[in-house]
């Protein structure tokens, strides 16, 4: 049996209350004591009247892909990339991370066909080694578009870690990039394409839509229905696009592109999720609508790190401090929502009986800055 953890003088962010100056014990990996003043246990770890959160719940993350493709051309070995990754995952406050691995291919090459195996190999090397700080759960990235994304998902539906599925269409001309111009920008600094090549890939890009996207967004949905599998549109844009994920089984809107959508979404009691990074920063490197829009407008569930682990930390307190959510509030959209998003009960709470995954915030400067963190009671980071 291990020993108790007992954190003490800690700011404690309950789900719509805030503890000022508590103490929390952890038993056996649950959180089995919450109490409104210090403990006086010679054991208790003195939190300096920081806040006490509960660990971050992450459905949507490229952030491995990075460790295991470092450069054009490299490739890194998959379970040092995989620890790589969950290291920075823990270090940012997260305790359950939805590694997103891509099914299908737009931009002209077969790097992400090559890392998906990789991806899954590393992942399920490092758990079944207990070597992962964090959590973690697959979260298949479909490309609708693609001729073999079907093949792709036959070959991975019955892995016991798949917990998410999304549905994607990057087509140039529609939903993230209905304008031309930021499609060229995003994909010839990102990917490095010639002119040339980007010109074939929107070429065969659109002529694949056309003849695969409807039919295989119907399949892989059915797919999903009939194993239980949670799935998110992604990038919805307009009310048909929502209408028509609504009429497929879909609960979860990720990013959508404008208020209509995430109006819709609701409207459909489908819930919304956005990109951290877009808080952070402000608006959407993509010119669409602003993460922090639709948290004012009550339209925001959730919140993912995307491509920037720290952001969601850092965009929750910012919920907070520039947009009018209360603290609570703010972060529930990085713990408890996406957590019930995915009906993961267990965890994403301060509560009796959750797991004891935690973090522990300082501010610097009005920054988030995690000092400490706990999945099930054992330090991560």
């Given at each position: ?145 693609d001729p073999d994304v079907l093949n792709q998902y036959e070959k991975v539906q019955q892995h016991p870690l798949l917990r998410l599925v999304s549905l994607m269409d990057h087509t140039p001309g529609q939903r993230q990039f209905v304008d031309i111009a930021q499609y060229r920008l995003y994909y010839q600094k990102k990917h490095n394409v010639s ?85 952070v920063r402000g608006g959407s490197h993509s010119g669409n609508v602003a993460a922090h829009e639709l948290a004012e407008l009550g339209l925001l569930d959730a919140l993912s790190s995307d491509y920037v682990p720290i952001s969601m930390m850092h965009a929750a307190f910012k919920l907070h401090g520039n947009h009018g959510l209360t603290l609570p ?53």
């Amino acid at each position: 049996m291990m020993s108790d953890l007992i954190l003490t003088n800690a700011r404690i962010i309950l789900a719509d209350s805030v503890i000022e100056n508590g103490s929390v014990v952890v038993r056996d990996g649950v959180i089995a004591e919450i109490d409104d003043s210090p403990s006086n246990a010679a054991e208790a770890i003195d939190m300096e009247g920081d806040y006490l959160i509960p660990g971050l719940i992450e459905l949507h993350t490229d952030n491995l892909e990075k460790h295991l493709a470092p450069r054009p051309g490299v490739r890194w070995p998959g379970v040092p990339a995989l620890l790589a990754h969950d290291a920075q995952i823990a270090a940012a406050g997260i305790t359950t991370v939805f590694d997103a691995v891509v099914l299908g291919n737009t931009i002209g090459n077969n790097t992400r066909l090559e890392l998906l195996d990789q991806s899954v190999e590393a992942i399920d090397q490092a758990r079944a080694a207990g070597l992962t700080r964090a959590d973690h759960f697959l979260h298949l990235r479909c490309e609708v578009a693609d001729p073999d994304v079907l093949n792709q998902y036959e070959k991975v539906q019955q892995h016991p870690l798949l917990r998410l599925v999304s549905l994607m269409d990057h087509t140039p001309g529609q939903r993230q990039f209905v304008d031309i111009a930021q499609y060229r920008l995003y994909y010839q600094k990102k990917h490095n394409v010639s002119e040339a090549d980007l010109q074939e890939m929107i070429v065969s890009t659109r002529a694949n839509q056309e003849k695969y996207a409807t039919p295989h967004r119907v399949a892989l949905a059915a797919a999903c229905r009939a194993r239980g599998i949670p799935i998110a549109a992604h990038d919805d844009a307009t009310m048909a696009h929502v209408e028509e994920s609504a009429s497929l089984g879909i609960t979860i809107s990720e990013f959508p592109t404008t208020v209509e959508a995430a109006s819709g979404a609701r409207d459909n009691r489908m819930t919304t999720i956005m990109g951290a990074p877009n808080v952070v920063r402000g608006g959407s490197h993509s010119g669409n609508v602003a993460a922090h829009e639709l948290a004012e407008l009550g339209l925001l569930d959730a919140l993912s790190s995307d491509y920037v682990p720290i952001s969601m930390m850092h965009a929750a307190f910012k919920l907070h401090g520039n947009h009018g959510l209360t603290l609570p509030q703010a972060i529930a959209t990085v713990s408890r929502n996406p957590a019930r998003m995915l009906g993961m009960e267990d965890r994403g709470e301060i509560a009796l009986g959750r797991r004891g995954d935690l973090a522990r915030v300082t501010l610097h400067q009005g920054l988030p800055l995690v000092r400490e963190v706990w999945r099930e009671g054992n330090r991560v980071a």
